[in-house]
């Protein structure tokens, strides 16, 4: 019988964070000031995000960060998290390939969000932050963040999604019950959300919103920070716990991946899978291919531009350098409400510009596809989001069946889906449908960003 899972223990929780940027040839361009065009250095951060969360955005030299004691404490609530040999799911395909998969959906809010949360809340509380702000689409941000906040005795309020506060009503129940307040966004308490409800009253929201939304109420509170659960080069430092421990459950596997997967969003998730495997590539010579599955309705990593954009809908945040496919670009509602964001993040477009990632676009209803045969052969239903990962898994899988070749295929299951049968209940009913987005409809979006990188 072969092992199906490696189970790594307590004393193995990562006790520093991976940073990838030391690692790479090109750093990633800095952030700049909109009006300016000013570097942004660490200070210009403090008033909107924790100081130590400032000073990590900005670390271009440290390859490891020390994760303080009482972050590690509480990720031993869940931590480390199984590696699982999929079996089933091998079999399913009549494939020669060995597909892994990390489950991050054992975290008690059922995502890999918390390892980033817990993080940033610590270093708020620290500090002597009393309240945060934040935004969530899906509602798996807001969920884990309610629960660090509640931890740590920060009050947290939440800017959620409009079409995910009505589509998932659950998660909003889970961030209530963690005590943390929910706002549909866009809203009528900021004055970015009011002026989008003027200019088009049925808008369905989007990250960028929320997160505007959320920015402005954090700079017009006393002691308030904002935290993000993406994008930023410091969450995706978070995230490095799951590569790092991946990489010990690998070799204990006797194995090494040829191929690491994970679905794209803002880039956390696969930030934290793939940058302790792509350090294999950088500093011993490892040849791993690492595909970010992102959804065909926002594609910003396989046809977005890069260039410099903003973060967010109304321009609050500094201009970033990612592929993008430019803030106001609205994306369909897909039920992967965590992939609809519109940029890169500044790491994995740099890493992508070089040609040191490669990037895939999955329809909608090839991913719920996926995710019933993963369920169905795995016994775990899967996040709408994680479905593009298996989806990707198993393009990878098939072709491997028609080489005849044996490939090592492993791939982050972000999250488990049992709050989203919403969508898997469309599904079933023939309701989903795919959404392709027009070069025309990217081109007039791109066309309105400021061309600073040519
Ligand atoms: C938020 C979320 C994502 C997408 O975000 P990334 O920052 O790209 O990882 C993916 N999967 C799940 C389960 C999520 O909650």
């Known amino acids: 019988m072969t092992k199906k899972k490696f189970l790594l223990q307590e004393q193995d929780i990562p006790t ?51 994760i303080p004691e009482e972050v590690r404490e509480l990720y031993r609530i869940w931590r480390p998290t199984p590696l699982v040999r999929a079996e089933g799911l091998e079999r399913a ?51 884990a963040l309610s629960m660090a906040a509640k931890h740590f005795g920060l009050e947290l309020a939440v800017y959620m999604v409009k079409i995910s506060y009505e589509q ?23 004055k970015a959300g009011r002026k989008i409800i003027t200019d088009h009253p049925n808008y369905n929201g989007s990250l960028g919103t929320a997160i505007s939304e959320a920015v402005e109420l954090a700079m017009s509170t006393p002691n308030c920070k904002y935290v993000l659960g993406s994008v930023l080069n410091h969450v995706a430092l978070h995230q490095t716990v799951i590569g790092q421990e991946a990489l010990k459950q690998m070799e ?19 930030s934290g899978i793939a940058f302790p495997f792509l350090r294999k590539n ?66 994995v477009s740099q890493l992508k510009h070089d040609g040191l990632i490669d990037a895939v676009d999955i329809p909608q209803l090839e991913s719920f596809k996926a995710a019933t045969l993963f369920a169905r052969s795995e016994g775990i239903i899967p996040a709408p989001e994680s479905s593009h990962a298996i989806a990707s898994a198993i393009r990878e899988a098939l072709q491997a069946k028609v080489e005849g070749k044996k490939k090592v295929i492993l791939f982050n299951l972000s999250g488990h889906g049992l709050i989203d049968m919403t969508a898997y209940d469309r599904y079933f009913a023939n309701d989903l449908a795919n959404y392709e987005v027009s070069d025309d409809e990217i081109a007039r979006n791109t066309a309105q960003l400021e061309k600073i990188l040519r």
């Not at 945060?132 to 969920?143: C, M, N, P």
């Not at 129940?173 to 308490?189: D, F, K, L, R």
């Open 93 to 143: 395909l009549d494939t020669p390939a060995h597909i892994y998969f990390k489950n991050e959906s054992v975290s008690p809010v059922g995502s890999h969000k918390l390892n980033s949360a817990i993080a940033q809340a610590y270093y708020c509380k620290a500090e002597g932050v009393t309240n945060i702000t934040t935004e969530t689409g899906a509602g798996q941000w807001g969920a």
């Open 16 to 66: 520093a964070w991976y940073n990838v940027i030391a690692d790479m040839p090109n750093k990633p361009r800095p952030m700049i000031n909109p009006a300016t065009h000013e570097p942004i250095k660490a200070e210009d951060l403090y008033p909107l995000f924790a100081r130590a969360c400032s000073d990590q955005e900005v670390n271009y030299t440290d390859p490891f960060i020390e």
């Open 252 to 270: 204990m596997a006797g194995e090494m991946p040829d191929t690491v997967i994970a679905c794209f969003g803002g880039g956390s998730n696969f």
């Open 168 to 190: 998932k009503p659950y998660r909003r129940s889970i961030m209530q019950t963690y005590g943390a307040e929910v706002i549909a966004s866009p809203s009528m308490s900021t």
């Open 282 to 347: 950088l500093k011993e010579g490892a040849n791993i291919r690492f595909i970010a599955a992102e959804p065909s309705s926002c594609p910003k990593l396989t046809r977005g531009e890069f260039e410099y954009d903003f973060g967010d809908e109304a321009g609050y945040t500094p201009l970033i350098p990612m592929y993008t496919l430019g803030h106001n670009f609205s994306p369909a509602n897909i039920h992967a409400g965590g992939l609809r964001y519109h940029g890169g993040g500044a790491i």
